[in-house]
């Protein structure tokens, strides 16, 4: 199974696709800031590249996970990959939230700004305030297991697709030789839909032209000079996180953070205009292998990672809940930031799946703490996808490692093949020889 990409053919850089999506986020952008109306109409053509590349996210994670699973033959090892995973993503999760507290604390972005939660119009938040009264644990375990097998690609639900997949992949291991026809239609189906992706992403230009015109467009300049501070600051801190924490786990496993991020270039862009990492998962899929991560390994980590490895996501949930504070006046103890932090370790993980998942979070976040007024999160509705910006990126660059990371724990990393692609200097001299000046 192999990545279709545009042919660079004699176009050069013309042809490839990290330059195409560029261009047309750049084309976006003029239109949407010297003509707001016509940006805002754009919206369609972001909406429609989402929508074709979600209708294949249930079929390629199902078919990848089966084909791993089935492949593995011994059941335990499905059970320590489960168990690694989730061990990492909380420890990740963890310092993101410490960072981003740490972060917000040093550098005080909404001090001074003295805001009534009296006087704020929660109008526009009502949505995001009824969806997080409904979130709750036990909801969200509940929401794992689909009502039929077939709803948990209608409904297009990860974790769902994740769970069924697992299962029949046990069950297809178990049955041993009689299950080798359901593998060769498996291994067929496989290459079927990655060809479909290939085909999906000739539109990502189109995409990313009409999702950031829709955003600038729509929102304008002015809440970027309104909350700029509070920008730049998410940004800072989202890049910092990326080069300090990612970048040295990242160089555990021997590959170079620099090299990882020209490696997925083309994701990071379409990820950039589109504020959606659903839009680069079957890509991120098959990158993956491509690097010696071996099947199972990346069929299992990066659907769990979507859901329970969000250090963006982290990131931006204490930034802007501590923003707020600051902003309301609303004076938080030690105990207090504690506290938020063992809240958003259980709620960072219960909107996987819903509409403006990070939005929601922070809603039923401040819900449950009880002590910034929810009211607040009005302040940051008009620059909230332009900070989605910065978290899937996150997010994205995230998962990525966390499949290195999950694949050299437990020996199935062909690092020969990762460290001529992506690898550091020591792990380049190490493999393959070679030194570089």
């Given amino acids: 199974m192999t990545v279709v990409e545009k042919r660079q053919g004699r176009f050069g850089v013309f042809g490839q696709l990290w330059f195409q999506v560029l261009a047309g986020t750049i084309i976006g952008v003029v239109l949407g800031w010297l003509q707001p109306d016509w940006g805002s109409a754009m919206k369609p053509f972001g909406d429609a590249f989402i929508k074709l590349i979600r209708m294949m996210i249930g079929p390629i994670i199902f078919v990848t996970v089966v084909h791993g699973i089935a492949g593995m033959r011994d059941m335990r090892s499905v059970g320590r990959l489960a168990l690694k995973s989730l061990i990492y993503f909380e420890v990740i999760t963890i310092l993101a939230l410490i960072v981003g507290l740490v972060a917000v604390d040093l550098w005080q972005p909404g001090a001074g700004m003295n805001i009534d939660p009296a006087t704020i119009d929660m109008a526009s938040i009502q949505g995001y305030v009824h969806t997080a009264h409904?979130?709750?644990?036990?909801?969200?375990?509940?929401?794992?297991?689909?009502?039929?097998?077939?709803?948990?690609?209608?409904e297009a639900h990860v974790l769902q697709v994740l769970f069924v997949a697992v299962l029949f992949g046990v069950a297809l291991a178990s049955i041993g030789e009689r299950g080798a026809p359901v593998m060769k239609v498996i291994e067929s189906t496989s290459s079927v839909l990655f060809k479909i992706i290939g085909y999906v992403m000739y539109f990502a230009p189109i995409g990313a032209f009409g999702a950031i015109a829709f955003t600038v467009g729509q929102f304008g300049a002015g809440s970027l000079l309104s909350l700029g501070e509070l920008i730049i600051e998410f940004f800072v801190v989202c890049a910092a996180f990326t080069v300090f924490?990612?970048?040295?786990?990242?160089?555990?496993?021997?590959?170079?953070?620099?090299?990882?991020?020209?490696?997925?270039?083309?994701?990071?862009?379409?990820?950039?205009?589109?504020?959606?990492?659903?839009?680069?998962?079957?890509?991120?899929?098959?990158?993956?292998?491509k690097l010696g991560c071996e099947e199972g390994v990346v069929g299992f980590v990066i659907p769990a990672g979507y859901s329970f490895n969000l250090d963006g996501t982290c990131l931006y949930l204490t930034t802007v809940a501590l923003f707020l504070a600051q902003a309301t006046n609303t004076e938080l103890t030690v105990w207090h930031q504690l506290g938020l932090i063992a809240v958003l370790l259980l709620t960072s993980k219960g909107a996987a799946g819903v509409a403006g998942a990070a939005f929601v979070v922070l809603a039923a976040t401040l819900g449950t703490t009880g002590t910034i007024p929810v009211a607040s999160i009005a302040l940051i509705l008009g620059i909230h996808r332009i900070l989605a910006e910065g978290l899937t990126f996150v997010n994205l660059v995230g998962n990525a490692i966390a499949v290195l990371v999950i694949a050299k724990w437990e020996g199935k990393l062909d690092e020969k093949v990762m460290a001529a692609q992506i690898g550091t200097r020591r792990a380049r001299l190490r493999h393959l020889g070679v030194r570089e000046a």
């Fill in 134 to 154: 409904d979130q709750s644990i036990v909801s969200y375990i509940m929401a794992i297991i689909p009502n039929t097998l077939v709803s948990a690609f209608t």
């Fill in 245 to 289: 924490v990612l970048g040295t786990v990242c160089w555990w496993t021997g590959a170079s953070l620099w090299r990882l991020l020209a490696y997925l270039r083309d994701e990071i862009v379409i990820v950039a205009a589109t504020t959606s990492t659903e839009t680069v998962l079957p890509r991120l899929i098959e990158k993956m292998k």
